[in-house]
T-cell receptor, first 114, second 110 residues
């Protein structure tokens, strides 16, 4: 099976712009989670989608949003970018849930905000 | 505030066992303990997970303390490919709340 893929791998944006990141989960996986990784804060959970519904959400402002399509592919959007949004954004998929299942991570999208 | 603490770094020689500790100060009975590792420029990779009893798989063993306030990831024979940052993660079965540890950077010397 193909692994989790994320596009683009690298992105440079300026403050105030918005960005959309894409994640294709492993075939058959219905749960997709998004994480932000920064040197200062480490790994932080953004949100989880299951069957096109947001199932869980971390403590991030409303500028961060996401969605999941019927084929389980997911996108996350960040509006009005700030310098502090520069980070590695990771997507992970699991068959059903991330509590009892294994999560499979993609390579991440590195976002730089100038 | 719930915390999951890990040592910043550890070192090992090749083919020696490695014990990576994780302390969970306010773990509840329904919190699963997961371990993932991250190699440079890659996303995290699953290692092992468990709830109450010790777990073994082809990669590692997970020892969970009886009070569940700590766990230890055991790599039985470290190899150079095991050099990575290891994260201990608590995930609540009831609330799905997830708490990341700070990660331990493991160096393996030949």
């Amino acid at each position: 099976k193909a692994g989790v893929t994320q596009t683009p791998r690298y992105l440079i944006k300026t403050r105030g712009q918005q960005v959309t990141l894409s994640c294709s989960p492993i075939s058959g996986h219905r749960s997709v989670s998004w994480y932000q990784q920064t040197p200062g804060q480490g790994l932080q959970f953004l949100f989880e989608y299951f069957s096109e519904t947001q199932r869980n959400k971390g403590n991030f402002p409303g500028r961060f949003s996401g969605r999941q399509f019927s084929n389980s592919r997911s996108e996350m959007n960040v509006s009005t970018l700030e310098l502090g949004d520069s980070a590695l954004y990771l997507c992970a998929s699991s068959p059903f849930d991330r509590v009892t299942d294994t999560q499979y991570f993609g390579p991440g999208t590195r976002l730089t905000v100038l | 505030d719930a915390k999951t603490t890990q040592p910043n770094s550890m070192e090992s020689n090749e083919e020696e066992p490695v014990h990576l500790p994780c302390n969970h100060s306010t773990i509840s009975g329904t919190d699963y303990i997961h371990w993932y590792r991250q190699l440079p420029s890659q996303g995290p990779e699953y290692v092992i997970h468990g709830l109450t009893s010790n777990v073994n798989n082809r990669m590692a063993s997970l020892a969970i303390a009886e009070d569940r306030k700590s766990s230890t990831l055991i790599l039985h024979r470290a190899t150079l490919r095991d050099a990575a940052v290891y994260y201990c993660i608590r995930i609540s079965y009831n609330t799905d709340k997830l708490i990341f540890g700070t990660g331990t950077r493991l160096q393996v010397f030949p």
